[in-house]
């Protein structure tokens, strides 16, 4: 066990994942000593103290809280590069969200290589990593540039899944455990939509993104109901784009895809995560590689021209070889965009729980050879986001073709337009004029959901009256 021990509550975050991207196989645990001075400490199990990284400020006066946290982030950083002999990445950026500085700056004025210099000397961040985040952020600000002041996405969430991978930290459940709450769960949801709907008058659609759990577990009638709820209470006359993650191939069918299709659903993902049959069993997803091939073969003759595939590199057992065999069966595929990720185990999931931890020391390859792969099919990357305890402190990237580059993505992780966000464990967040962001969160637990969608309602009201 390490113990990283913090002056203040605001060292913590960082120090806390710092320790943790360095040494992803130990347990950690972080807390706090109140202290008039600035320091992270981390001690290992034997009491040796692995790094003290502390900031005196100056007697002469005021150093503002966040240079000195700041400072304490770099000291901590350069003192675990020293003991373990590696970098991370992403330098000492812990935050998700790494592009949002990148269009912060270009929104500033900043040049690529000003930036990209910067987050090199100030951040650590690999030269590689920094013009990653500055080419996607380019991209990003051409797409959201097209977005008109009085736009709004929609989130629906089906919080349902074939059966529930040992990776997933989702609040979803298994379909056979809810297969009787299902009528209630979209009853409730109904209710939550025609609230918005009410609510949003004034705004203009621009994205309906449908995910979860995995939407396709409805069947085609229930899809059918919901779909044709959302065209009856909102407009599509500023409607961008309409993604349905169908997700699991197991749950897709030729019935359901009709629906999607007659609806003017123009989006979809079917996601493999992985070619390789062992690893499909390893991770609990009840399918086989031959199911995907047939899912994508019928979105395509259901006439689907953007198709999204979702993979994970740094999967359980997973060698460099698996990874680019996986990426060769879906070149043979071709879709229209790929989300590569790499593999983040939260304690929330069956793998964190057994306290496994497969993080493969191949991973930086894998997602090398996945961004090459990317390029051959004539995609360049979109999107980027972290996520807590993510292998090796890597990053998830979306790659599209031209024009098949998934907006909502793009909108949930630079945060510039309102996305209200219905279903059991839906955020949504209100953006306001000035940059101010105001969040409102369902219930997580689909029965509380349920019986407490009045409350959801009630809340999702406050938050989008002027
Ligand atoms: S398909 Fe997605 S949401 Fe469903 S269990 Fe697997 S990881 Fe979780």
Not at 4 to 25: D, I, L, Q, R, W
Not at 190 to 209: C, D, G, H, Q, S
Not at 326 to 346: C, G, M, N, W, Y
Not at 349 to 369: L, T, V
Request: neutral net charge; hydrophobic residues 40%.
């Amino acid at each position: 066990m390490i113990r990283v021990v913090c002056s203040k509550e605001t060292y913590v975050y960082n120090g806390y994942h710092m320790v943790k991207a360095f040494y992803p196989h130990e347990e950690a645990a972080s807390c706090v000593e109140e202290k008039a001075s600035h320091y992270i400490s981390v001690y290992f199990e034997d009491g040796s103290a692995a790094a003290v990284a502390k900031e005196e400020v100056p007697g002469d006066g005021v150093v503002e809280a966040r240079e000195l946290k700041y400072r304490i982030d770099c000291l901590l950083y350069k003192k675990l590069v020293s003991r373990t002999g590696r970098s991370l990445a992403w330098g000492i950026l812990m935050g998700v969200r790494p592009t949002k500085i990148a269009m912060a700056e270009m929104e500033g004025g900043a040049v690529k290589e000003d930036f990209t210099a910067r987050f090199v000397q100030d951040y650590f961040v690999s030269r590689e990593k920094a013009e990653l985040a500055w080419q996607i952020a380019e991209r990003e600000k051409r797409l959201l540039d097209r977005l008109d002041k009085r736009g709004i996405s929609l989130y629906i969430g089906i919080p349902f899944c074939p059966s529930v991978c040992t990776y997933c930290s989702f609040s979803s459940g298994a379909l056979a455990d809810w297969k009787d709450r299902v009528e209630d769960y979209i009853d409730a949801l109904l209710r939550e939509l025609a609230a918005i709907a009410r609510a949003a008058v004034k705004w203009r659609l621009n994205t309906i993104y449908i995910g979860g759990g995995t939407p396709t577990t409805l069947s085609a009638a229930q899809m059918e109901r919901l779909l044709s709820f959302l065209d009856e209470k909102f407009s599509k006359e500023h409607l961008l784009e309409y993604t349905v993650e169908a997700g699991r191939p197991d749950s897709i069918t030729p019935e359901k895809l009709s629906v999607l299709k007659a609806h003017g659903v123009t989006r979809i993902s079917i996601n493999p995560q992985s070619m390789q049959q062992k690893t499909l069993d390893v991770i609990g997803r009840l399918h086989t590689p031959e199911d995907i091939r047939t899912a994508y073969r019928m979105a395509r003759e259901a006439g689907f021209d953007n198709i999204n595939m979702d993979l994970i590199a740094g999967l359980p057992k997973e060698t460099e070889e698996d990874m680019r065999d996986t990426l060769s069966q879906i070149e043979r595929l071709a879709p229209d965009s790929i989300t590569v990720h790499s593999l983040a185990v939260k304690r929330a999931a069956r793998m964190g729980q057994k306290k496994e931890y497969p993080m493969s020391p191949q991973i930086g390859q894998m997602i090398r050879d996945a961004a090459d792969c990317a390029k051959r099919m004539g995609m360049s990357p979109y999107y980027l986001y972290r996520q807590k305890n993510i292998s090796g402190n890597f990053e998830n990237v979306g790659y599209a073709k031209v024009d098949k580059a998934g907006l909502y993505n793009i909108l949930i992780m630079e945060e510039k337009q309102t996305i209200v966000a219905c279903g059991a464990g839906s955020i949504s967040k209100r953006v306001y004029p000035d940059g101010r962001i105001e969040r409102c969160e369902n219930v997580k637990d689909i029965a509380s959901f349920i019986e407490r969608i009045d409350e959801m309602i009630e809340r999702k009201r406050k938050l989008l009256e002027d």
